[in-house]
C-alpha cells in the first residue's frame, strides 16, 4: 500500500499539466493566478515528499497503470529527485514573480495566457525529466520540454527573437535527433525501455563482451545530444542569443533550469541505464572533463568582449555549466555532488541575476546595452545590490554560493589524482575571468553619471513581486553558502539511492 | 563488414538517410529544406525502429477467426508504438518550424537564414 506522500511526484507532474492546459482558456490575469498556485502546490508538495524521502531513506518506484515491471512505465525517486524538484519549483516561481512586469510588457495581449501556459508545460516536462524511469517517456518530455522552451523565447514582441529561436529550435532538433537514434539502437540491443532492464541486459552484454562497439556509440551519442541540448562547450552557439533575448523571466528559467533538465537525464542514464563500471571504462568522462573545462574559460571570455548585459550574463550561464560537466567529468562520488550542487546553486543565482537585468532595462528604457546601463544601479539600488550579491556569489567570494560549489569541486579534484592539476588550474583562472567581466559590469552599472546625483533606493512605482523574490533569491544563496555541507550530504545521500 | 552492410539493408538505408537529414539540418541555409531535412532524419529513425520490430513470416499482432493468438504468430507491437509517438513529436515540431518559416519571411523578406541573420547583425547594430 502506497503512503499518501509517494503520490505526490505524479501529482505534481498532472497536476502541472492539466493547469497549463487549463491557462489556454483563461484571460491572461487568471492564468498567472492559476500558474502560480500551481506553483506554490508543486512546491508544498515536492518538500513533503522529500521529507517522505529522508524520513524513510529509501527509493519509491510508482506504477503508472498498475502494470509489473517489463511492461509499464515508471516514476522512481528518492532524495536526490525530490530535492531538485523542490529546488526547481521554487526557483520557477520566484523567476515567474520576478518578471511578471515585463511579461505583461513584453508579450501581446492576446498571447499573455499562452505564456503562462508554455511555462506550466515547461515545469511539467521538467520534472518529468528528473522523476521518469523510461527511456522514451524521457525522450517525449525532452520534445515537449523544446517546444515549450522555444515558444517562450518567440512569444516576446517584434522581430528581434525570431532568429534566436530559429537557431536555438535546429540546434534542439539536431540533439533530440542523436538521443531518439541512441534511444532506438539500445532498445534494438537490449529489448527494454526501462531503465533498470536496459542496465541488466546491458550488464549481461559488457560481462560477454558482445555488442562493446554500439554500446560506446549509444553512450556518445546520449552524451552529445544532452550535451547541445545543455549547451555544452563547442555546440553553445545558440545560448546567448535565445537567452539574450527572450523576456526576462523566460531568460531566468531557460538558463535556470531547463539546461538543468537535460544534465540531470544524462546523469540518470550514467547511472541507471549504463552503471558507472561501463561509464568509466568507456572513458566518456574524460571527455566531458575536458569539454568543461573548455566552456568554464571560453564561455568567460566570451563574456568579457560582450556589450550587452543579458547577453554576457548568458555567456556566463555557459562558464557555468562548464562546471558541472567539469563535476562530472571528475569522476567520483563528490564529484558528482558538487556538480549537483552547481545545478542547485545556479538555478537560484542566474535568475536572480536576468531577472535584475530586466530591472535595469526598466530604468533605462528598455536598452540593454552597457553604453545606455551607465548609472543604472543608481536609478534602483535595490537591483543593484541584488546584482552585486548575484556577481559576487557568481565570481566565488566565500559566503556566497558559489564559494561552496568551487570548494567542494576542488575537493573532490584532490581525491582524484590525475585530474586534481587541471581541476584546480581551470577553477581558479575561471574564478579569475568571471571577475574580469562582473566587476566592470558593476562600475557600469554604479557609474555616477549626470542624471544619477541622487541615489533611488527604489524607483516610484514598486514592483512588489520582483522586489519579494529578490529577497528569497538572496536569502536562498546565502543558505547555499552557509549549510553547503548540509546539501552536500543531502546529495550523497540521493545518490547512493540513485543508481 | 562491407557484408554486413548488405544483409542488414534497411538499417544501413536508416543511417545513411539519417545522415543525409542531419546534414540539411545543420548545414542547408534554406528554412523549408532545413525543414524537409528535420522530417528526413525523423523519418529515417522510423524506418529503423520499423525494421527492428519486424519478424519474417510472422503478422501484425490482430486476432481474428480461425487465427490462433499466440505470440509465436506476431511480430513485436512496441517499435510500430514508439514510431507512432515519434510521428506525432515530429509532425508538431514541423507544424512549429513552418509557423516560424511563416513569421521569418513576414519580418525579413526571404527564407535565406545567412541573409536573414545579416539583416538582423545590421539591425543591432544600429541601435
Redesign the interface.
Known sequence: MLSLEQNFPFVCIILSMATGILCAALKPKKAMVVCIANLVINFILSLLALRYCIKVGDFTVYWMGHFPAPFGNEIRFGILETLLATGFSLVMLLSILGGLKHVFHDVDESKQNYYFLMQNLLFASILALIYTNDL?TAY?FV?INT?TS??IV?LKKG??T??A??RY??MS??GS?LF??GI?IL??ITGH?LMPQIKESVEALAATGAYKFPLEMIICLFSIGMGVKSALYPFHSWLPDAHGSATSSASAVLSGLVLKGYIILLIKMFYRVFGLEIIYSSRVLDILFVLGILAMTIGSIKAISERDLKRMIAYSSVAQIGYIYLGIGIGNELGMAAALLQVLVHAFTKPMLFNTAGAFMDVADGKK?FKYLAGAARKNMFAGIVFAIGALSMIGIPLFAGFSVKYYLGLSALENAPRVVLSIIALIISTVLNAIYYIPALMVLFRKTEDTEKVVFIPKNPDIPYIISSIVFVIANFVFGKFASYFIDLIIKGLGMFA | MVQGLFTNYYETTAMIVFGIGFATLLLNKNIIKKIIGFNFMDTAIYLFLASKGYITGRLAPISFEGMNPTFENYINPIPAGLVLTGIVVSVSFSAFFLALAIRLYKAYNTLDLNEIIRLKNMEAEEE
Open positions: 522514451f517525449v520534445e517546444l522555444c515558444s518567440m522581430r528581434e525570431l532568429v529561436t530559429t529550435l535546429i532538433l539536431l535527433g531518439l537514434i532506438s532498445y534494438d525501455l546595452k
